[in-house]
């Protein structure tokens, strides 16, 4: 039997992930906890559908390994990236890095937005273990789970960002990080440099833009092939970007 259970375990790591998207993932999987969502309950897409291109373009069939995301406030980015870590827990495992602003962003991401999603979520219940002071394994900014770990860095922090080798790079409201990380230089450049080993990397900026002609977002998204989401005209039906 104990034979069995590490052919089990071996093949959960090495296997490829099953063929669907992010998006049908959370569809299928993801449920709304009330500490992070006006409205709990079962995760739709199709509400929100300007969120579906997003979310697929970084799954793992995608060919491009990075993505950025420009996009208003309160528009649901950091509930793509809840349900990019969620597939990553559940089907594709790896070593994650989240990068927030400040630490206390980071603990409360950890607190109120990842830990419900772990009770929530079926699929993901028992997964990654309760936090414990005692446990390096699973600390508040760092858990482990089978195949993957999920570390949370401040962007001021150089310790954090450069620790370890990394798949998936997650760099979020990249508008307020800091110009260096103390002396180490650009927080962006430090943390995509940590996925430089891995062929099937996936690296997100995202964040709202600023003022026009500076912003980090803006700069970064310029070097894109800068897609946008079109709707129809309720009156003609022609297509347009909202402004």
Known sequence: MLVEEIQMLVADVVLPP?????SQWADENRRLSSESAAERGEWRTDRAPYQRAIMDALSPSHL??????MSGAQLGKTSILENVIGYIIDLDPGQVLLVQPREADCEAFSKDRLAPMLRD?????????????RDS??????K??????????????????????IRC??????YRY???????????NLAITRTANFWNRKIVLCSTPTVKGTSRIEAAWLESNQ???WVPCPHCGAHQVLQ
């Open 18 to 22: 099953p063929d669907i998207t992010v």
């Open 64 to 69: 491009g390994d990075q993505v950025v995301l």
């Open 121 to 133: 979520c079926a699929t993901l219940r028992g997964k990654i273990a309760d936090a414990r002071s």
């Open 137 to 142: 394994n699973n600390t508040i900014l760092h």
């Open 144 to 165: 482990k789970f089978t195949g993957g770990s999920i570390t949370m860095s401040a962007a001021s922090s150089p310790a954090g960002l450069a620790m370890r080798s």
């Open 169 to 174: 790079c997650r760099l979020d409201e990249v």
């Open 178 to 188: 800091p110009a260096s990380a103390r002396t180490e230089g650009d927080p962006v």
């Open 227 to 229: 897609q946008s989401y």
